[in-house]
């Protein structure tokens, strides 16, 4: 406890010496490629004007319990406050945690089965109400129905002590806060009870559901239409599927907000919704708009054009997500039953051809191993000569087929979703490069949909119909080692069917995960990720492909521009636009 | 069935003198009168050229590879550009040795990926119709010579066969085929299963039109005469009704084709043909649709190809009814 303490102090002290204005030596007003990366952009604390964003599909849902896009996490800080959030910085810092509503961050029990967090006083709802501890749990409360709010993530569902509580819209209690696992003994005071010990409980804490929602105000799946914001802006106006507008919210004090980052620069954010993606682009690059808010990279079109012309790439900024391409090695199905064959597809694989698939240096970077490298406690470890020979060691798969009693290769199929041409080139290229050591590979497609439900993630299916390589991908759901690595490694997590990991099985990771959910102290945690990853790459369980890229493009008017680590997009909370 | 005398443009200028008293007028079959009337139709003979020319391709595709392009399936990362992933040079990467230009991403060579394609679209095409045009031919026939409760139950069952979904039967046959199976394993089961689903469904088309055309042969003198002279059903059905049934199938079958390249190209397009890195002209487009905007000369050859055998088939088709039945015209 006392090092979590410590660790908060630590992190606001290096808050204070990056905090963005723009004396501040981390930051650039001049137009390159990457500006936008680990620095400020055009720092400016000039407020006013309109930031333009545009969608290209629609919203999952504005409703703080029922979001689970990235995009919608980042922007969402607009209006309202979680307990913990991202600091709104460039570089690493983006990717750590630092109190928003709460006054600090979460203070566990020994056991890490407790959790605590004192609200800060004096922050107020768009009408003027204080927010209270009470909202928050109700805000929690009603994000546990899955009936109601199907889309949010379900880590409260999965982690509280709920004790058969399902819904506000079912409590008995007269104030509808029945839930147990939830204690608010004064107005200030928010106590998780876990069921299980949890070190990251500061990452649910940030949340989106931990937004206060006045339950006086709430119209379950209506409550979407009007938000009541406790952030820096407040809806204005909004069309379900078509646009909306975000006006300042006069009872926001930035005072009550030192920890965060928020700039609150742009009187005004109109968000258009259902724009062709194409369009979103053009109008980037003539000035009409300001954001894409899907954070997700330009269209290919467009991608083209950017990177082959200086004065566009200048504009552009190539950002790191949490997310990794790669391929899981079945060690059901012979003869990936024995390591050495597992270390020969390894060797043998052609990781530029990986990379390549996947958009070259622009779609991501070669991976030599598991965690992406914006996820806090991240290390190299390149076991398999990806960084050394990136096109593939046919000499050492060799030396591992002979050692695997395969001297001359063997076949075995490999299966992607049959939607992503991008997964179709990696299994090509994967064919062509196994091919050279006498590895043949039967290439099986199947539908995305039903990939995880009925194939590749079935393990009986994928054992019966010998999938022995198995192309797939995994983001993070917030840059942690944790809600990377836990459901794709942890053997535990494996269902019938329905799955993300689809075949690592390893004691010894599994061990380290329990580790690393009871050590509370961060430092300590994210020393033990990389153990895990080096673990999986031991075992040959995977062949790490592509540490995914976006290519972002910031049009000249914005100031305060950069990409958030936490997000893996540009930080929608701290730019403003040139006056 | 007589034939109607041929004043042709060459005769015109002989004298009638010379036909009365030559008095050679040679009788011509029914196929030398179609022939002639082929030989005039300069778009149905061109048509016809195009078709042996990509028979001839198909069949030696592995010469012309190796000759003109590269192996189908070999990368060249060289001719495209790391960042963009997009062929380098003008045309998607036309060159010398990349005569179509490159695939984007991995740089195969699309000439050779469309000359073997066409292997594949033209073997599903002629054995998917060779298929249905015999099973077509004898159901019609039956049912249009035998009649009664015969044709009955077989024109019903053309009915249920053409209300067929074909299309979401085939994907989702395509869909479940098991790697190994009838002794075939792999791409060749899955052309076996492809032909089989083409051909099968596709026959109510053929055998109605022979139905209708038994049902007019029945009645007609030749038959009546032969029917009365003492002939049996399967004599009759074989010497008077089945030659003149010839044309029609002929017509047919070579309209059928087309068609079924288009069907085999959309099942390739849709993901359900062949498994990757077989090249086939539906699954190229399939793949290019991605790049339209950077390359879009990445669609142009297979498409090309597509339009080109379906135009040629048609128009040799057209013209070979024109020539066989006139008075379809």
């Given at each position: 406890?006392?090092?979590?303490?410590?660790?908060?102090?630590?992190?606001?002290?290096?808050?204070?010496?990056?905090?963005?204005?723009?004396?501040?030596?981390?930051?650039?007003?001049?137009?390159a490629?990457?500006?936008?990366?680990?620095?400020?952009?055009?720092a400016?604390?000039?407020?006013?004007?309109?930031?333009?964003?545009?969608?290209?599909?629609?919203?999952?849902?504005?409703?703080?319990?029922?979001?689970?896009?990235?995009?919608?996490?980042?922007?969402?800080?607009?209006?309202?406050?979680?307990?913990?959030?991202?600091?709104?910085?460039?570089g690493?810092?983006?990717?750590?945690?630092?109190?928003?509503?709460?006054?600090?961050?979460?203070?566990?029990s020994?056991?890490?089965k407790?959790?605590?967090?004192?609200?800060?006083?004096?922050?107020?709802?768009?009408?003027?109400?204080?927010?209270?501890?009470?909202?928050?749990?109700?805000?929690?409360?009603?994000?546990?129905?899955?009936?109601t709010?199907?889309?949010?993530?379900?880590?409260?569902?999965?982690?509280?002590?709920?004790?058969?509580?399902?819904?506000?819209?079912?409590?008995?209690?007269?104030?509808?806060l029945?839930?147990?696992?939830?204690?608010?003994?004064?107005?200030?005071?928010?106590?998780?009870?876990l069921?299980?010990?949890?070190?990251?409980?500061?990452?649910?804490?940030?949340?989106?559901?931990?937004?206060?929602?006045?339950?006086?105000?709430?119209?379950?799946?209506?409550?979407?239409?009007?938000?009541?914001?406790?952030?820096?802006?407040?809806?204005?106006?909004?069309?379900?599927?078509?646009?909306?507008t975000?006006?300042?919210?006069?009872?926001?004090?930035?005072?009550?907000?030192?920890?965060?980052?928020?700039?609150?620069?742009?009187?005004?954010?109109?968000?258009?919704?259902?724009?062709?993606?194409?369009?979103?682009?053009?109008?980037?690059?003539?000035?009409?708009?300001d954001?894409?808010?899907?954070?997700?990279?330009?269209?290919?079109?467009?991608?083209?054009?950017?990177?082959?012309?200086?004065?566009?790439?200048?504009?552009?900024?190539?950002?790191?997500?949490?997310?990794?391409?790669?391929t899981?090695?079945?060690?059901?199905?012979?003869?990936?039953?024995?390591?050495?064959?597992r270390?020969?597809?390894l060797?043998?694989?052609?990781?530029?051809?990986?990379?390549?698939?996947?958009?070259?240096?622009?779609?991501?970077?070669i991976?030599?191993n598991?965690?992406?490298?914006?996820?806090?406690?991240f290390?190299?470890?390149?076991?398999?000569e990806?960084?050394?020979?990136?096109?593939?060691?046919?000499?050492?798969?060799?030396?591992?087929?002979?050692?695997?009693?395969?001297?001359?290769g063997?076949?075995?199929?490999?299966?992607?979703?049959?939607?992503?041409?991008?997964?179709?080139?990696?299994?090509?290229?994967?064919?062509?490069?196994?091919?050279?050591?006498?590895?043949?590979?039967?290439?099986?497609?199947?539908?995305?949909?039903?990939?995880?439900?009925?194939?590749?993630?079935?393990?009986?299916?994928?054992?019966?119909?010998?999938?022995?390589?198995?192309?797939?991908?995994?983001?993070?759901?917030?840059?942690?080692?944790?809600?990377?690595?836990?459901?794709?490694?942890?053997?535990?997590?494996?269902?019938?069917?329905?799955?993300?990991?689809?075949?690592?099985?390893?004691?010894?990771?599994?061990?380290?995960?329990?580790k690393?959910?009871?050590?509370?102290?961060?430092?300590?945690?994210?020393?033990?990720?990389?153990?895990?990853?080096?673990?999986?790459?031991?075992?040959?369980?995977?062949?790490?492909?592509?540490?995914?890229?976006?290519?972002?493009?910031?049009?000249?008017?914005?100031?305060?521009?950069?990409?958030?680590?936490?997000?893996?997009?540009?930080?929608?909370?701290?730019?403003?636009?040139?006056? | 069935?007589?034939?109607?005398?041929?004043?042709?443009?060459?005769?015109?200028?002989?004298?009638?003198?010379?036909?009365l008293?030559?008095?050679?007028?040679?009788?011509?079959?029914?196929?030398?009168?179609?022939?002639?009337?082929?030989?005039?139709?300069?778009?149905?003979?061109?048509?016809?050229?195009?078709?042996?020319?990509?028979?001839?391709?198909?069949?030696?595709?592995?010469?012309?590879?190796k000759?003109?392009?590269?192996?189908?399936?070999?990368?060249?990362?060289?001719?495209?550009?790391?960042?963009?992933?997009?062929?380098?040079?003008?045309?998607?990467?036309?060159?010398?040795?990349?005569?179509?230009?490159?695939?984007?991403?991995?740089?195969?060579?699309?000439?050779?990926?469309?000359?073997?394609?066409?292997?594949?679209?033209?073997?599903?095409?002629?054995?998917?119709?060779?298929?249905?045009?015999?099973?077509?031919?004898v159901?019609?026939?039956?049912?249009?010579?035998?009649?009664?409760?015969?044709?009955?139950?077989?024109?019903?069952?053309?009915d249920?066969?053409?209300?067929?979904?074909?299309?979401?039967?085939?994907?989702?046959?395509?869909?479940?085929?098991?790697?190994?199976?009838?002794?075939?394993?792999?791409?060749?089961?899955?052309?076996?299963?492809?032909?089989?689903?083409?051909?099968?469904?596709?026959?109510?088309?053929?055998?109605?039109?022979i139905?209708g055309?038994?049902?007019?042969?029945?009645?007609?003198e030749?038959?009546e005469?032969?029917?009365?002279?003492?002939?049996?059903?399967?004599?009759?059905?074989?010497?008077?009704?089945?030659?003149?049934?010839?044309?029609?199938?002929?017509?047919?079958?070579?309209?059928?084709?087309?068609?079924?390249?288009?069907?085999?190209?959309?099942?390739?397009?849709?993901?359900?043909?062949?498994?990757?890195?077989?090249?086939?002209?539906?699954g190229?487009?399939?793949?290019?649709?991605?790049?339209?905007?950077?390359?879009?000369?990445?669609?142009?050859?297979p498409?090309?190809?597509?339009?080109?055998?379906?135009?040629?088939?048609?128009?040799?088709?057209?013209?070979?009814?024109?020539?066989?039945?006139?008075r379809?015209?």
């Amino acid at each position: 406890m006392v090092s979590a303490i410590a660790l908060s102090a630590a992190i606001a002290l290096s808050l204070a010496a990056c905090g963005g204005n723009s004396s501040s030596n981390k930051s650039t007003t001049k137009a390159a490629f990457n500006a936008g990366v680990n620095k400020v952009f055009n720092a400016s604390d000039t407020k006013g004007g309109t930031l333009r964003f545009a969608n290209s599909g629609d919203w999952d849902s504005l409703d703080p319990a029922d979001t689970y896009y990235g995009y919608s996490w980042d922007f969402i800080r607009n209006y309202g406050r979680t307990l913990t959030v991202f600091k709104a910085a460039p570089g690493a810092a983006g990717a750590q945690l630092v109190p928003d509503l709460a006054e600090s961050l979460g203070k566990p029990s020994a056991d890490a089965k407790t959790w605590t967090y004192k609200i800060r006083k004096g922050v107020k709802f768009e009408d003027g109400t204080v927010v209270t501890s009470k909202d928050v749990k109700y805000a929690v409360e009603r994000s546990l129905d899955k009936d109601t709010f199907p889309n949010g993530p379900t880590y409260f569902n999965d982690f509280l002590d709920l004790q058969g509580y399902t819904s506000p819209y079912k409590d008995t209690d007269p104030n509808k806060l029945g839930l147990k696992a939830i204690e608010t003994p004064d107005d200030n005071t928010i106590i998780f009870h876990l069921n299980q010990p949890f070190s990251g409980m500061d990452y649910f804490a940030q949340l989106p559901a931990t937004i206060p929602v006045p339950a006086a105000k709430d119209t379950g799946t209506k409550y979407k239409e009007h938000v009541v914001s406790s952030g820096p802006y407040m809806f204005q106006s909004n069309q379900l599927g078509k646009s909306f507008t975000l006006a300042r919210n006069k009872y926001y004090d930035p005072k009550t907000d030192p920890d965060s980052g928020r700039k609150a620069l742009p009187d005004k954010m109109v968000v258009e919704l259902n724009v062709n993606a194409d369009d979103i682009d053009n109008r980037l690059i003539s000035g009409a708009l300001d954001i894409a808010i899907e954070g997700t990279g330009v269209q290919p079109a467009s991608q083209g054009k950017i990177l082959n012309d200086a004065a566009l790439k200048a504009k552009a900024d190539s950002a790191v997500i949490a997310r990794l391409w790669f391929t899981v090695l079945n060690a059901d199905v012979a003869p990936l039953d024995n390591i050495h064959c597992r270390k020969a597809v390894l060797y043998a694989a052609d990781k530029t051809g990986y990379q390549r698939a996947y958009g070259g240096s622009t779609g991501g970077e070669i991976a030599t191993n598991l965690l992406p490298p914006v996820i806090p406690g991240f290390q190299k470890i390149d076991l398999y000569e990806a960084g050394t020979k990136p096109d593939g060691d046919t000499a050492k798969a060799k030396q591992e087929l002979a050692a695997c009693g395969q001297p001359n290769g063997f076949s075995t199929n490999i299966s992607y979703r049959a939607e992503r041409p991008k997964e179709k080139a990696t299994a090509e290229a994967l064919q062509q490069s196994l091919a050279k050591v006498g590895i043949k590979l039967t290439i099986k497609n199947y539908p995305l949909a039903d990939y995880t439900k009925l194939y590749a993630g079935k393990p009986d299916y994928a054992k019966a119909n010998k999938l022995g390589l198995m192309i797939y991908g995994w983001g993070a759901d917030w840059p942690d080692g944790f809600g990377f690595l836990q459901q794709i490694v942890d053997s535990r997590v494996i269902r019938p069917a329905g799955n993300t990991n689809l075949g690592v099985k390893i004691p010894a990771v599994d061990a380290l995960i329990d580790k690393a959910l009871k050590t509370t102290d961060q430092a300590e945690r994210e020393k033990i990720w990389p153990e895990i990853d080096r673990t999986v790459m031991e075992n040959a369980s995977m062949l790490p492909g592509v540490w995914a890229k976006g290519l972002l493009f910031r049009p000249s008017n914005l100031t305060n521009v950069f990409v958030n680590d936490g997000f893996g997009m540009y930080d929608y909370v701290t730019i403003g636009v040139k006056q | 069935m007589t034939a109607p005398l041929e004043v042709s443009g060459s005769d015109t200028t002989a004298t009638p003198e010379a036909v009365l008293q030559g008095g050679d007028i040679v009788g011509r079959s029914l196929g030398q009168i179609a022939w002639r009337r082929l030989k005039r139709d300069k778009v149905a003979l061109t048509g016809a050229g195009v078709v042996l020319f990509l028979i001839l391709v198909a069949i030696l595709a592995p010469w012309i590879v190796k000759l003109l392009g590269h192996p189908p399936n070999e990368f060249h990362y060289p001719v495209v550009n790391a960042d963009t992933q997009v062929p380098s040079g003008k045309y998607g990467g036309v060159s010398r040795h990349f005569l179509f230009g490159a695939e984007p991403v991995n740089g195969r060579d699309l000439f050779s990926r469309v000359i073997y394609g066409s292997r594949i679209s033209l073997l599903i095409a002629f054995l998917a119709t060779l298929l249905s045009v015999v099973i077509g031919a004898v159901m019609g026939v039956v049912a249009g010579y035998f009649g009664g409760w015969v044709d009955t139950i077989i024109s019903r069952l053309m009915d249920i066969f053409l209300a067929f979904p074909l299309l979401l039967f085939a994907i989702a046959l395509a869909g479940v085929v098991p790697d190994q199976a009838f002794g075939l394993a792999g791409n060749n089961l899955r052309i076996a299963v492809i032909i089989f689903i083409i051909g099968f469904f596709n026959w109510p088309y053929v055998g109605r039109v022979i139905r209708g055309q038994t049902l007019s042969l029945r009645e007609r003198e030749f038959v009546e005469s032969a029917r009365s002279l003492g002939a049996r059903g399967p004599y009759i059905l074989a010497r008077e009704v089945l030659p003149n049934l010839v044309a029609p199938i002929l017509v047919y079958a070579t309209l059928l084709i087309p068609t079924n390249v288009l069907f085999e190209a959309a099942l390739s397009f849709l993901g359900v043909g062949l498994r990757p890195p077989q090249a086939t002209w539906g699954g190229m487009i399939s793949d290019a649709t991605h790049w339209y905007q950077i390359d879009p000369w990445f669609m142009v050859s297979p498409g090309l190809a597509i339009f080109v055998t379906v135009l040629a088939f048609n128009l040799f088709g057209d013209g070979l009814r024109d020539a066989l039945d006139p008075r379809a015209r």
